[in-house]
């Protein structure tokens, strides 16, 4: 299953609803769809920020054998987190998770991806996936620019954000490009009710000790940050980026089906 869309292009890019209040919100006892990759992952701060809004969490490991939904009509929204392999593994889960997302894009359901899942979802629309021409990776923290479409979807965007990645992706044809890099020019994009951004905000302090625990082979990659610059950095930087997550995901949910909204 492949799925192709022109449907974005020229798409008014407007600010985040604001979201009605869950006592009268049509969604407000739906859960979250979460696809998790590893049999330790966690959703982290996403899952946090979730439970705080009052949403229960539908958490899926499809590598390990879990079904996805046919539809998002009983979930709030979908939310594809990272995970060490790659969107060009020919893993069977891999395939399946790509064209799964076919199902939120055409039902017009809130979706996130995170990393991987930012990559999975720029497969789904047609644009390449691929390691920098030069080696080069993001573990740490590293700048990123708000375009004027991001900006007036979220204004207040943290200057760095934190990476763990290998791997980027085009920007899809047709969608919304919200944050740019240096070494890895598409940081987040949107198409329609879909967002795809390339860095983690879902790391919590745990995490991040974790992370830098058993992946620590990976800071001797070109352009990695070495484990000490993580923990210093997060200090600097984390409050503003937990602050735009939690304006990002109240605003994402609050994003309802274009058809919805004309029937009612």
């Known amino acids: 299953m492949s799925f192709r ?31 998790l990759h590893q049999e330790s992952s966690t959703p982290g701060r996403v899952g946090n920020a979730l439970r705080a809004l009052g949403h229960h969490l539908d958490i899926r490991r499809p590598r390990f054998g879990d079904a996805l939904p046919e539809t998002l009509d009983r979930h709030a929204g979908a939310v594809i987190f990272g995970g060490p392999m790659s ?11 790509i064209d799964w997302i076919e199902i939120p894009l055409r039902e017009q359901r809130p979706f996130l991806g995170i990393c991987l899942g930012a990559q999975m979802l720029a497969m789904q629309l047609g644009a390449r996936v691929a390691p920098h021409a030069d080696a080069l990776t993001q573990i740490g923290y590293y700048p990123i620019r708000p375009t004027a479409a ?18 980027g992706f085009e920007l899809p044809a047709g969608t919304e ?9 598409v940081q987040a994009f949107r198409a329609g009710n879909a967002f795809g951004v390339q860095f983690h905000p879902d790391v919590t302090y745990a995490m991040m000790h974790r992370w830098t625990t058993r992946g620590y082979d990976g800071f001797s990659a070109p352009g990695a940050r070495q484990r000490h610059h993580h923990f210093a950095d997060r200090a600097v930087y984390d409050a503003a980026e937990r602050a735009w997550l939690d304006h990002f995901i109240d605003g994402w949910l609050a994003r309802r089906p274009v058809l919805a909204q004309a029937a009612e």
């Open 150 to 167: 991001g900006h007036a979807l979220c204004p207040a965007w943290p200057a760095q954000v934190y990476h763990w990645h290998r791997e």
């Open 5 to 35: 869309t022109d449907r974005f292009v020229g798409a008014e890019l407007v600010p985040f609803p604001r979201r009605t209040p869950l006592a009268a919100a049509s969604d407000a006892q739906l859960p979250v769809l979460i696809i």
């Open 87 to 97: 969107a060009n593994d020919p893993d069977d889960y891999i395939r399946r998770e």
């Open 177 to 185: 490009l919200l944050a740019e890099g240096d070494d890895f020019p």
